[in-house]
């Protein structure tokens, strides 16, 4: 199942990020596609706020991974854009390790990789429509994530 969103203005994002942010209290693994300056680092930085994380949010293109403990979960937030595709492989088990526990991990996701994520972990792909709107689309991999979606498409209208 696929849950779409179109977000006309980033005020429209905000609401979607606050209202998925009650959603993923337990932990999350989540996985960004879209082209650069689509709305995944904007998406992540949202969610953020929404869980009280007094840091500012940053995209990590440089350093691969930023942490941000002062909120109500950690948020773990890795870019591997520029990350050739074998780069991507040799990190998979890191990555999965990020997957367990209560923590909420966001990855941009790395722009010519081949790989499948091996385990539970909810996709969101950002696609532009013009101006200042974007299409949020999230899909759930595995029955965690399924159910994330499943209750962020009740919630939202
Ligand atoms: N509806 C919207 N949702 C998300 N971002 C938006 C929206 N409208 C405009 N923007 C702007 O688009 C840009 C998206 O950039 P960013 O999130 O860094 O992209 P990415 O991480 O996908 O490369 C930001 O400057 C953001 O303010
Ligand atoms: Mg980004």
């Given at each position: 199942m696929i849950f779409s969103k179109t977000c006309k203005t980033l005020e429209d994002t905000k609401q979607l990020a606050q209202v998925f942010a009650q959603l993923v209290t337990d932990g999350a693994f989540v996985s960004l596609y879209g082209e650069?300056?689509?709305?995944?680092?904007?998406?992540?930085?949202?969610?953020?706020?929404?869980?009280?994380?007094?840091?500012?949010?940053?995209?990590?293109?440089?350093?691969?991974?930023?942490?941000?403990?002062s909120g109500i979960i950690p948020v773990y937030h890795f870019d591997l854009y520029r990350l050739e595709n074998e780069g991507v492989s040799t990190i998979l088990d890191?990555?999965?390790e990020?997957?367990?526990?209560?923590?909420?991990?966001?990855?941009?996701?790395?722009?010519?990789?081949q790989d499948e994520i091996p385990f539970d972990h909810l996709k969101i792909n950002v696609t532009y429509s013009d101006d200042d709107a974007r299409i949020y689309a999230f899909e759930g991999i595995g029955q965690t994530s399924t159910n994330i979606v499943r209750?962020?498409?009740?919630?939202?209208?």
């Open positions: 650069i300056g689509a709305g995944k680092t904007a998406f992540v930085k949202l969610v953020a706020d929404a869980l009280d994380v007094k840091e500012k949010v940053t995209s990590p293109s440089f350093v691969i991974l930023n942490e941000y403990h890191e990555l999965r990020y997957s367990e526990g209560h923590q909420l991990t966001f990855v941009e996701w790395a722009e010519f990789s209750r962020l498409s009740e919630t939202i209208s």
